[in-house]
């Protein structure tokens, strides 16, 4: 049997998630009135908003809105931009009209970097342009993959709102290994090129940095029969 690049066992073998994201469409098709009713955008102060965040040095801007509610991790809205500032995301989020709690950032959010006067931080200008808001720097993981197993871990206690997720649940869908030419197989990495990874990193600082995200069990058993690995 061939796993190579061009087989029929492309699915399996090189996308971390395409089978989750499966199964929970098979579930929201089934249950399609309680999914609309249980990703209904609260604004209470008692549900703050929280955000998870890939912030790359050259690549885009991917962030997902969640909020807690009961048992459940609700992912109501995602976000995406190339070649934006910093400004543009702020500007979006504060759109939303919701009440914020934490915003998670990556690891890589506390460097340094040139600007054209001044050199900050992502998370320094971010601090500056949402002035009052509760930021957080997630520790990098040991490994990229320890990340990806622990994103697996929780997978099944997540509900993503289908349209206003639709970009970000495409990314999460399409998340791949990245070829490897000379050994004729895929990798153990991560595809950075497609565009599909900044989602992926962004939805990972969910598994690794909200502690509260793990001390639930499963949803629903449906929801994840199969590791983020394949």
């Known amino acids: 049997m061939s796993y190579g690049k061009g087989s029929g066992q492309y699915g399996r073998f090189s996308r971390y998630t395409a089978e989750q994201i499966a199964e929970i469409r098979a579930v929201y098709a089934t249950f399609e009135t309680a999914r ?16 998870f965040w890939d912030i790359g040095n050259s690549d885009g801007t991917a962030i997902w809105v969640h909020q807690k509610v ?15 500032t910093y400004s543009h995301a702020a500007s979006w989020l504060q759109s939303l009209g919701v009440v914020f ?29 949402m002035k009052g808001h509760k930021f957080e720097t997630v520790a990098r993981t040991e490994t990229l993959i320890a990340g990806i197993n622990q994103t697996r871990d929780i997978f099944n206690t997540l509900y993503f709102d289908e349209t206003h997720c639709k970009e970000g649940i495409a990314h999460l869908d399409g998340y791949k290994k990245k070829w490897n ?50």
């Not at 609309?36 to 209470?44: A, G, I, P, S, T």
């Not at 998670?104 to 040139?114: E, G, I, K, S, T």
């Not at 565009?195 to 940095?209: I, V």
């Open 70 to 84: 009961g048992m459940e991790n609700r992912f109501i809205r995602f976000y995406e931009s190339w070649g934006e």
């Open 101 to 129: 709690g934490t915003h998670y950032l990556p690891h890589d959010a506390d460097h340094v970097r040139q600007g054209k006067d001044t050199n900050k931080s992502p998370r320094e200008m971010l601090e500056e342009l």
């Open 36 to 51: 609309k009713q249980r990703l209904e955008v609260m604004r209470r102060l008692r549900c703050p908003t929280r955000t």
């Open 181 to 230: 030419n000379r050994a004729g197989c895929w990798s153990d990495e991560p595809c950075k090129t497609d565009g599909n990874s900044e989602a992926a990193d962004a939805l990972r600082q969910f598994a690794q940095g909200y502690r509260e995200s793990v001390k639930h069990k499963p949803i629903k058993k449906a929801y994840v029969q199969h590791g983020w690995m394949g």
